[in-house]
DNA sequence: TCAGTATACGACCAATTATGTCCGTGTTCA
DNA sequence: TGAACACGGACATAATTGGTCGTATACTGA
């Protein structure tokens, strides 16, 4: 239904909270679930496959947690979303390179496949930094981006 | 995951396969079924969705089926993906119109509730005959659409 | 060196959603 | 009247998601 799931919801939410305090070595996944209300072990796990991705370091033992392992600013929705959700596509149909092994019919593929890029587009011009920034004033300054859908 | 269902993906088969052929009356749910190799009870029940939302006409009895009920210029996928699948949204904290009923936290919905906008804006600027009229050789004019993402 | 705190990871279960089927009803037309 | 169709509810099955548990491992500081 085109929504993320909660995981990468979560991901996002932690990514986000660590980029709102560069000052501490690092946090526990116990703590950053505190802070949202959210399974602390649900949340390690997610915590655990960024890291593997490499966009968290972590740390094991007292004082130990996770840390962004670049700047906010070089880490995108898109990239969380991938490391969390794996690919995705808006179509359904994404076997290999060549999808549609049953109906050779699936003509509608290719536009969506399209929008889909667009929609990557959006979610890779979003950082993490972003998100965290986000606390202003409504008067603030807007960043408005540009992007090109060509069907 | 950010995914079309195969119920959005059918409609938008079959809306498109009505809009490749204008001259033909009416369509049965089973004869657009057989084209693509579905389920035709499954796409009767699609085609029954779009009805009830205007998209389609129908047509009972003898040599009955659907028909568009707009130019295929003015159907969107947007509205195709929302008749069929609801009202989406790239968060999953969605009750009513405030969210996040035990998070006060989610900080992070409302900057991606404009992503949210931006895709529905280019699920917005894709009609049914962009969709159809896509079976051209490369070489034929494209249409670059311009969307803005305002974080 | 040892206790405490933390990550790492696989297995498992529960809940939800997606997908598809069945069956009965009503409508239209030849 | 009967065939071909739409309509719609109930149901069954499959897949995914969300979450838990248990255990192993790694690091820290006293």
Do not use: W
């Not at 526990?28 to 997610?46: E, F, N, R, T």
């Not at 962004?68 to 969390?84: D, F, N």
């Not at 179509?91 to 969506?112: F, H, Q, V």
Request: hydrophobic share 40%; proline share 5%.
């Amino acid at each position: 239904m085109l929504k993320l799931t909660k995981k990468a919801d979560y991901g996002l939410m932690a990514l986000k909270y660590l980029a709102e305090r560069p000052e501490t070595a690092a946090l526990s996944a116990k703590d950053i679930a505190d802070a949202y209300g959210i399974p602390a072990q649900l949340l390690a796990k997610i915590l655990q496959q960024l890291t593997r991705k490499g966009l968290l370091k972590s740390h094991a033992g007292m004082n130990g947690g996770y840390a962004l392992a670049k700047s906010a600013g070089s880490i995108s929705a898109y990239e969380v979303i991938l490391a969390i959700d794996g690919p995705f596509f808006i179509t359904s149909c994404t076997k290999g390179a060549n999808g549609c092994e049953l109906t050779p019919s699936c003509t509608i593929k290719e536009p969506l496949a399209r929008v889909n890029e667009t929609i990557a587009g959006v979610l890779k011009s979003i950082s993490i930094q972003d998100l965290a920034e986000h606390e202003h004033q409504p008067g603030h300054a807007p960043e408005p981006k540009l992007v090109t859908l060509t069907i």
